[in-house]
């Protein structure tokens, strides 16, 4: 069975095993399974995979020992051109949602507890469309595009199980 995990904690994405090439190369290969992983506050260099030395002093070289991450990215495909917006809400949503989080509403800040705000429902996510394919969805982590009505909440916007913190200002 075809699996989605998204583990909201890199801007990087791993179809485990499977890379674009060896999909077209075989048209008869299983689909994919897919990884993303979105971590707030993390720059490139502060991985391992980013290639740089690892210096726990920090001054621009990698500062994680990243083995696991290391092997997902040498075996998979890694987005390493993925611009985002200053704050996380408005970063999950356009990664999400394929769509620019300002023709969303909801790219000025983070969403917060009491505010009826949220990736309005019409908008379809990544998560209904590959479970659309007949991919398994799973969400870990900060979900942050909100959660003031159970509609808006991850297993009801196609995710299969969800485990994790609801609104953004998670510490």
Same mark, same amino acid.
């Given at each position: 069975?075809?699996? !989605?995990? $998204?583990?909201?904690? &890199?801007?990087?994405? @791993?179809?485990?095993? #499977?890379?674009?090439?060896?999909?077209? +190369?075989?048209?008869?290969?299983?689909?994919?399974?897919?990884?993303?992983?979105?971590?707030?506050?993390?720059?490139?260099?502060?991985?391992?995979?980013?290639? !740089?030395? $690892?210096?726990?002093? &920090?001054?621009?070289? @990698?500062?994680?020992? #990243?083995?696991?991450?290391?092997?997902? +990215?040498?075996?998979?495909?890694?987005?390493?051109?993925?611009?985002?917006?200053?704050?996380?809400?408005?970063?999950?949503?356009?990664?999400?949602?394929?769509?620019?989080?300002?023709?969303?509403?909801?790219?000025?800040?983070?969403?917060?507890?009491?505010?009826?705000?949220?990736?309005?429902?019409?908008?379809?996510?990544?998560?209904?469309?590959?479970?659309?394919?007949?991919?398994?969805?799973?969400?870990?982590?900060?979900?942050?595009?909100?959660?003031?009505?159970?509609?808006?909440?991850?297993?009801?916007?196609?995710?299969?199980?969800?485990?994790?913190?609801?609104?953004?200002?998670?510490?």
């Amino acid at each position: 069975m075809k699996s !989605l995990l $998204v583990a909201t904690a &890199a801007t990087l994405v @791993a179809a485990a095993g #499977t890379t674009a090439a060896t999909v077209a +190369a075989d048209a008869n290969a299983s689909p994919a399974n897919v990884i993303l992983f979105v971590i707030d506050d993390l720059g490139w260099g502060d991985l391992q995979l980013s290639g !740089l030395p $690892v210096d726990r002093s &920090a001054g621009g070289h @990698a500062e994680y020992t #990243t083995p696991h991450l290391d092997r997902l +990215a040498r075996e998979g495909v890694v987005l390493d051109n993925y611009y985002v917006l200053q704050l996380c809400s408005p970063t999950r949503t356009s990664l999400l949602s394929s769509r620019y989080a300002y023709n969303t509403g909801l790219g000025n800040g983070v969403i917060t507890n009491g505010h009826a705000v949220a990736l309005r429902l019409n908008e379809s996510i990544m998560a209904e469309h590959f479970r659309g394919q007949g991919y398994r969805t799973s969400a870990f982590g900060k979900w942050d595009i909100g959660y003031h009505t159970w509609a808006h909440t991850p297993t009801e916007r196609g995710f299969d199980h969800y485990l994790g913190a609801w609104r953004g200002v998670v510490s």
